[in-house]
Nanobody
C-alpha cells in the first residue's frame, strides 16, 4: 500500500499563489506517475496535472501557464505551484498515484481545501 499525505491548502485572494505538497510513503515501488485532481462543490472531479518519475508533465487546459507540477524523487514528494489563482480554482485538491501493478487501482490522499476569494 501507498500512503499519500497532502499539505499546503488554504485561503488566498484572487491573483495570489499557493503551493501544495504530497508526500508518498509505503510501497513506493508500486507507483510511477503522480498527480493532482480537484473537485469543486457540485462538480465532477477533474484532472489538474500529472508528472512521471522522468519528469514528463501533463496539464488541464484551464491551468496551463498558471500551475506547475514538479517532484522530488528522493523525497517521494510531488508539488503543485499555483499562481494567478482565480475563484474558479476553489476546490478540494487531492493527490493521486496509479498502482503500476494493479490496473485501474489508484491511491488517493485525503484532500486539501483551496479557496480563492474574489
Amino acid at each position: 500500500q501507498v500512503q499519500l499525505v497532502e499539505s499546503g491548502g488554504g485561503l488566498v485572494q484572487a491573483g495570489g499563489s499557493l503551493r501544495l505538497s504530497c508526500a508518498a510513503s509505503g510501497s513506493i515501488f508500486s507507483i510511477n506517475a503522480m498527480g493532482w485532481y480537484r473537485q469543486a462543490p457540485g462538480k465532477q472531479r477533474e484532472l489538474v496535472a500529472t508528472i512521471t518519475t522522468g519528469g514528463r508533465t501533463n496539464y488541464a487546459d484551464s491551468v496551463k501557464g498558471r500551475f506547475t507540477i514538479s517532484r522530488d524523487n528522493a523525497k517521494n514528494t510531488v508539488y503543485l505551484q499555483m499562481n494567478s489563482l482565480k475563484p474558479e480554482d476553489t476546490a478540494v485538491y487531492s493527490c493521486n498515484a496509479p498502482d503500476i501493478y494493479r490496473p485501474n487501482y489508484h491511491y488517493w490522499g485525503q484532500g486539501t481545501q483551496v479557496t480563492v476569494s474574489s
